[in-house]
C-alpha cells in the first residue's frame, strides 16, 4: 500500500469513512473489521489507527459524518425560538430523523445481537458526548424555547413530545421493514406526524 497522497486522490481520512461506511451498511457493524475497512480504503490498517482510535470511534464518526445531521438543526432551533412556523420546523426535524434512523438503523442493528460489542459502543459514545438520547435532548430543548415564547401550550410535556416524534421516526425505520407495503413516503409521513403532534401540544 502506498504510504503517501498522490496530487487529486482523496484523504486517506476521507476514504476510510466512507469505506466504513458502505461496509458497515452492506455487512453490518459487526463483520466491517478494521482489515477489510482499511483494504477498501486503500490504505492500511496502521494508517486507519492514525486518524481513528478504535472502530467505535469510527463507528461514531460515520453516523456524525456521512449521515443527516439532526443535532446542528435542533441547535440552530433552540437558538432562535420563533422563527419560522412550527409545522415548518417540526417537518423538517421529522424528515432529518427519518431519514438518519432509516439509514443508520442497517449499521447500527447488530449491536444488539453481541452484548459486548453494544457495551464498548455505548462505552466509546458517552465518552465522546453522543449517543441515543442526544436527539431527544435536543429536540426537548427545542420545544422548551418554543414554550417559553409562548408557541407551545405552557401544559405540553415537551420530553414526552420529544419522544414520540423521535420514537415514530425511528420505528418507520424499523416497523415499516416488513410490512407489505414498505415505509410511508418521507415526506407525507413527516407532515402527518407534525400535524397530530402539533394537536397535543399547542391547544389549550
Do not use: W
Request: glycine share 6%; proline share 5%.
Amino acid at each position: 500500500m502506498a504510504s503517501t497522497e498522490s496530487p487529486g486522490r482523496r484523504p486517506a481520512r476521507v476514504r476510510i469513512l466512507d469505506a466504513a461506511h458502505e461496509l458497515m451498511l452492506s455487512v453490518g457493524l459487526a463483520r466491517a473489521t478494521t482489515k477489510e475497512i482499511a483494504r477498501a480504503a486503500d490504505c492500511s490498517e496502521a494508517a486507519l489507527y492514525k486518524y481513528f482510535e478504535s472502530k467505535e470511534e469510527l463507528f461514531i464518526r460515520v453516523l456524525s459524518e456521512r449521515l443527516p445531521q439532526l443535532t446542528p438543526l435542533l441547535r440552530s432551533l433552540a437558538a432562535e425560538p420563533g422563527q419560522g412556523t412550527l409545522a415548518e420546523n417540526l417537518t423538517e426535524i421529522a424528515r432529518q430523523a427519518a431519514l438518519f434512523y432509516e439509514q443508520s438503523f442497517p449499521i447500527a442493528a447488530s449491536l444488539y445481537a453481541e452484548t459486548q460489542l453494544k457495551r464498548r459502543h455505548d462505552a466509546a459514545m458517552r465518552e465522546m458526548g453522543m449517543g441515543p438520547h442526544i436527539p431527544i435532548e435536543g429536540l426537548d430543548a427545542y420545544l422548551r424555547a418554543e414554550q417559553a415564547a409562548g408557541r407551545v401550550s405552557a401544559e405540553a410535556d415537551t420530553v414526552a413530545a420529544a419522544s414520540l416524534l423521535l420514537g415514530a421516526c425511528a420505528q418507520r425505520a424499523f416497523v415499516y421493514e416488513a410490512s407489505a407495503d414498505g415505509r410511508p413516503p418521507l415526506d407525507d409521513f413527516a407532515q402527518r406526524l407534525t400535524h397530530t403532534l402539533l394537536t397535543g401540544i399547542t391547544q389549550p
